[in-house]
């Protein structure tokens, strides 16, 4: 690949001929992410090295890492260079978790309790969302997450079941950490972007029962779908959340 734009190999088909070169080192790197020649946590190599491999120069390479630091598949450390974003990290803890107290700030230490685990056909609506075919099956957890021993948040969670194969409630109960990390570790599924739609619900007789809160108090509930690489869903979620003392958190542009 030259800095004109054009593959150096066109045999090889790695990138769009036409789109923007940097992008095309882009769509390179990413795929190497994606293929594990870079495990998260790793470093991947320097601008230097891949310009180098690719045939471009430092600054392309340069700002086709930009993006992918923008999008969280990479972190830049000053003076150690660039490693492959890994959900193990404490500052990727509530990247996906919007809560936020309301005097300000991440809501501390969280308590994760996982209710039920099971494998079960996938309802309509969730195999639509997941891409899967009808009645294919899924797994299925429900969790409660705590913050200062307070019940805050029941999550609802459909994943493909061919992806996680041998996900249980016994293997979740015995892992430490953040239950994307597990997936990312375990299962090889590093969850990339979300999508989210948020609406207030009345809580049910069960759910009251299991956050601590009187039948029809208010509540927030948060549907997502997630991503991995190529845009393939692997995750739906439905989150409750009771927002006494918390808010959802989100900033746009």
Known sequence: MNDNGRDADPTRGD??????LYRQIKGLITRGLQAGDWKPGEAIPSETELAARFGVSQGTVRKA???LAAENLVVRRQGRGTFVATHHEERAQFRFLRLRRDGGGD???MDSRILECRR???PVEVARLLQLRAGEAVVFIRRLLSFESRPTVLDDIWLPGALFRGLTAERLAASV????GLFESEFGVRMIRASESIRAVAADPEVAVRLSVIPGRPLLQVERVTFTYEDRPVEVRRGLYVTEQFHYFNELG
């Open 15 to 20: 990138a769009p001929t036409f789109s923007p």
């Open 65 to 67: 890492i930009d993006e």
């Open 107 to 109: 809501p501390g230490p």
């Open 120 to 122: 079960l056909r996938a």
């Open 177 to 180: 950490g953040p239950l994307y």
